[in-house]
């Protein structure tokens, strides 16, 4: 009868109640796993809603984006497109209609990519003029048109 007792009345640290041990293990697992979760997604979203710059607002930048991470949309300008085979390079211009800035890509071109064709580039300014692109993107038209 006393044994009853005791365990009737034993504090919340007494080792004879493993149960809120556990259910304060599983707690702080389950603030762990989320908090891991939440800073995954914030991450991921962060990376994917980068913004890019017209060609006219990049440059308009100045010295400000030297060296730095971006990404720019433009026309690709007709009779610019210049691919090296022999070093899987290809240089091209884009333009927005009020500037226009050289990029020099090297890596697989996208099937879409043509003169005229709307592209994001991104990479990084280079100070002589050139835009040194890492990524090269071509934007898909609003409506599809089969070719000829």
């Not at 030297?66 to 211009?93: C, H, I, M, Y």
């Not at 005229?116 to 991104?122: L, N």
Request: glycine content about 8%.
């Amino acid at each position: 009868m006393k044994d009853l007792d005791k365990q009737q009345h034993a504090s919340p640290a007494d080792p004879r109640r493993p149960h809120l041990l556990k259910r304060k293990r599983v707690i702080f697992a389950v603030i762990v796993v989320a908090l891991a979760l939440g800073i995954l997604v914030y991450m991921g979203m962060s990376q994917f809603t980068t913004y890019y710059l017209t060609v006219s607002e990049f440059l308009g930048k100045g010295d400000s984006i030297n060296g730095k991470q971006v990404r720019v949309t433009g026309q690709v300008v007709p009779e610019s497109v210049n691919w090296d085979t022999g070093n899987f390079t290809l240089s091209f211009t884009i333009a927005d209609g009020n500037a226009s800035l050289p990029v020099v890509y090297k890596g697989v071109v996208p099937d879409a990519f043509k003169a005229g064709q709307d592209v994001v580039v991104e990479g990084k300014y280079d100070p002589p003029g050139l835009f040194l692109a890492s990524k090269l993107i071509t934007k898909c038209p609003s409506k599809y048109e089969p070719s000829q």
